[in-house]
């Protein structure tokens, strides 16, 4: 699992690459830049990172408003962009609570790629990789596949992330343009970025494991966390394509 962008310590010191922030009752927004010139002290991917950070106690309640924060923020990164063929990829593992944000999302998203008569309609197509366990095959090689022979403008990956402060665990949604290496525990899988297939790409998680001495925790509550934060993104994506 990828680490949430919120765990490096310098991030909360240093309000250097802080570029904007607002402030809600019950969450709030914030902007963070990684450039050439701090990618190496953060130890982060040079590019652009947003953090919606919400009490878990308000979560139903502000669903509405973080879903319209997110779409502002996926304007903003598909801003001067026609994206007519976007491919949605749920990465994880279905079978496991804790890591299945991404086939629970991609399960509320509408699929129009197989149609042929709406002409007006961005052709949408939704793909599970799975994990390598269940296929035999990485999740970097099927995605390549389907990039192949699909063509996509531009992809959004969806995976549950890892965080190792207890704070941030149920309480964020990122959202970033640097990619993702899909099953990164598998050796041989590559990292999914812009530069990788020539097309924009688009990561959002939400931190749903503790990590904690080489150990991995969850919290009772975190099907309930995976179902709202699932709907959040979804009908994020649905309004936004749709």
Do not use: W
């Not at 408003?65 to 304007?75: A, D, F, M, Y």
């Amino acid at each position: 699992m990828k680490r949430l962008f919120m765990d490096s310590s310098k991030v909360i010191k240093d309000n250097l690459y802080k570029i904007d922030e607002v402030n809600y009752a019950g969450y709030r927004v914030t902007h963070f830049k990684v450039d050439h010139s701090n990618e190496k002290k953060l130890k982060r991917i040079k590019g652009d990172y947003f953090a919606i950070n919400f009490e878990y106690e308000k979560l139903y309640e502000k669903e509405k408003n973080i879903k319209k924060e997110l779409i502002k923020i996926l304007k903003l990164f598909f801003k001067g962009q026609k994206i007519t063929k976007p491919l949605i990829i749920g990465l994880g593992n279905s079978s496991v609570i804790c890591d299945s944000l991404g086939v629970n999302t991609t399960n509320k998203v509408m699929a129009t790629n197989h149609f042929t008569d709406f002409l007006n309609l961005p052709k949408v197509a939704l793909f599970n990789p799975e994990v390598t366990e269940k296929t035999g095959i990485s999740s970097f090689s099927l995605i390549e596949m389907v990039v192949k022979k699909l063509k996509p403008s531009v992809i959004i990956m969806i995976d549950a992330l890892a965080t190792n402060i207890d704070e941030n665990l149920n309480n964020y949604i990122e959202i970033n343009n640097t990619g993702i290496i899909p099953g990164s525990a598998i050796k041989d899988n590559k990292k999914i970025d812009s530069k990788t297939f020539n097309i924009p790409v688009i990561a959002i998680g939400v931190p749903l494991v503790l990590e904690r001495d080489h150990n991995l925790y969850t919290t009772p509550n975190v099907k309930e966390v995976v179902e709202i934060c699932s709907r959040i993104i979804s009908e994020a994506l649905n309004d936004l394509f749709f």
